[in-house]
């Protein structure tokens, strides 16, 4: 669980933040999910390890873009992935400039776009740190990352999150004080572990679909596919 302290990468690891936002407060909308990934160079491509994942609802933005720089700065992070399309363009505007964080009294560096010029051009400090890839998920795209999200899951090039009973099982074969802690800080430990079993369920429920050759993938009645996205905005080779 990331703290004040910065991780220390390993040699030859990526570090990325994949990033689907919202911003509607509504209980049935989608949420923001921001999943730490490491990838490692294998073969024939990378091996994706999906580290950390937390949901926000209904949060402003600006208490996002935080969010975003307060785990940018503790996993030590080398590229954020974000889609731009919609409420993302603000985001990135945000994520742009420096930001000062009063909890820690600290100031994060600007984030800007490395991938796209328009974007790149429009940071509000164009000295800030080119890591943000920007994404346009347009049709072409969402079929691209869809198929190659279900290739390297049937490759076991995506590891996930054990779930969150079995991480319990561990804590307390490991520490045989784990259940003497709050329920607070308990459900702050398990959360990464139960947020991965709620996207699992998520990715289950969805409808599959192929139009003029390209994969559309839909909610299904109340569903959400927000985690399913901030996963999938991370797949290639």
């Not at 049935?28 to 491509?45: H, L, M, P, Q, R």
């Not at 992070?77 to 363009?89: A, K, P, S, T």
């Not at 009973?165 to 459900?187: A, G, H, M, P, T």
Request: with cysteine.
């Amino acid at each position: 669980f990331p703290s004040h302290d910065r991780r220390t990468k390993k040699a030859g690891e990526v570090s990325i933040l994949s990033i689907d936002v919202a911003t509607s407060p509504k209980e049935d909308s989608d949420n923001t999910i921001i999943d730490f990934i490491v990838a490692n160079e294998i073969a024939d491509g990378y091996k994706r390890n999906l580290e950390y994942s937390e949901s926000m609802n209904g949060q402003k933005i600006t208490e996002q873009a935080l969010r975003i720089k307060q785990l940018w700065y503790d996993f030590n992070i080398d590229y954020v992935v974000l889609d731009v399309l919609n409420v993302g363009r603000e985001l990135y505007g945000l994520l742009s400039m420096e930001t000062y964080d009063n909890e820690r009294d600290m100031t994060y560096p600007a984030l800007i776009a490395y991938n796209d010029e328009d974007y790149k051009n429009s940071a509000y400090d164009p000295n800030g740190i080119p890591c943000v890839f920007v994404v346009k998920a347009t049709a072409d795209i969402n079929n691209e990352i869809a198929r190659s999200l279900q290739a390297n899951l049937r490759l076991g090039k995506i590891a996930l999150l054990i779930n969150e009973s079995e991480f319990r099982d561990n804590s307390v074969k490991q520490d045989e004080k784990y259940l003497d802690k709050s329920i607070e800080e308990r459900l702050k430990l398990e959360m990464p572990y139960i947020q991965t079993t709620i996207m699992i369920n998520e990715t289950i429920n969805l409808e599959y679909t192929i139009n003029n050759g390209k994969v559309r993938v839909q909610e299904v009645g109340r569903a959400r596919k927000d985690r399913y996205t901030a996963l999938r905005i991370v797949t290639g080779k």
